[in-house]
């Protein structure tokens, strides 16, 4: 039960991290492309790269903790159904450029993050 507290914790405060950071990055680029949401996934395929391999390599990060950041915080920060719903919308008006864009740097993207979180860690 304590490590349900921990993800249900730390899940509300990558939802809150995911409000404001996507916000600002809207405010920043415009709204014209899914910029808010694709910089928040590309954060967290980062941080679940780097969290992960690292917790695996050391004895530094508990079990619960890791659980408590990939599935609690990441899962809060990251926005695979706002992706999904934001590259329909750009279907559906008609962007197919711009959808597909957004599909494929999402998903580059992430996994390049995923990659260099990954590095980092090792590197760690």
Do not use: D
Not at 104 to 122: D, E, F, H, K, Q
């Amino acid at each position: 039960m304590e490590q349900a507290f921990y993800i249900a914790l730390l899940g509300a405060l990558g939802c809150l991290s995911r409000y404001f950071l996507s916000g600002f990055v809207y405010r920043v680029c415009g709204n014209a492309f899914p910029y808010g949401t694709l910089a928040v996934n590309v954060i967290g395929a980062f941080l679940i790269g780097l969290i992960m391999e690292f917790s695996i390599r050391s004895t530094l990060v508990p079990p619960t903790l890791r659980f408590a950041l990939t599935v609690g915080f990441l899962g809060g920060l990251t926005t695979f159904s706002t992706f999904s719903l934001e590259t329909f919308r750009l279907i559906e008006e008609g962007a197919l450029l711009l959808a597909f864009a957004n599909i494929m740097l999402s998903v580059l993207s992430c996994l390049v993050c995923t990659w260099l979180g990954i590095l980092v860690a090792r590197w760690l």
